[in-house]
């Protein structure tokens, strides 16, 4: 089991940036680790994903371009550097570990993750 605790979140004005960190209480290495966000009103939404190795990452279309999830296994730490930041991006941003049980997985799917983090609010002023 591992536990996550998210941090970085604030008010920012639209193009501006943010670095969400997620620390781990276990070894990272074992999970493949995601992002997610949830806005109000709104259903929770898949933001980025990145493997056990980091060898692969894999984005929403909306962020593509504009954000960058990576992680350093040795400090148990996943980040998420959010550039170019739009009003629409404003939400409650969640850190999730899935622990790699199952045969296959889409990367984006919020089932496929065990364990979440409590979240850290990011707000994005016009």
């Known amino acids: 089991q591992v536990q996550l605790v998210e941090s970085g979140g604030e008010l920012v004005q639209a193009g501006g940036s943010l670095r969400l960190s997620c620390a781990a209480s276990?070894?990272?290495?074992?999970?493949?680790m995601g992002w997610f966000r949830q806005a109000p009103g709104k259903e929770r939404e898949f933001v980025a994903a990145?493997?056990?190795?980091?060898?692969?990452?894999y984005y929403r279309d909306s962020v593509k371009g504009r954000f960058t999830i990576s992680r350093e296994n040795a400090k148990d730490t996943v980040y998420l550097q959010m550039n170019s930041l739009k009003p629409e991006d404003t939400g409650v941003y969640y850190c999730?570990?899935?622990?790699?049980?199952?045969?296959?997985?889409?990367?984006?799917?919020?089932?496929?993750?065990?364990?979440w983090g409590q979240g850290t609010q990011v707000t994005v002023s016009s």
């Open positions: 276990g070894r990272t290495s074992r999970y493949v």
């Open positions: 990145i493997s056990r190795s980091g060898s692969s990452t």
């Open positions: 999730a570990a899935d622990p790699v049980l199952r045969p296959s997985r889409s990367y984006t799917a919020s089932a496929e993750y065990d364990y």
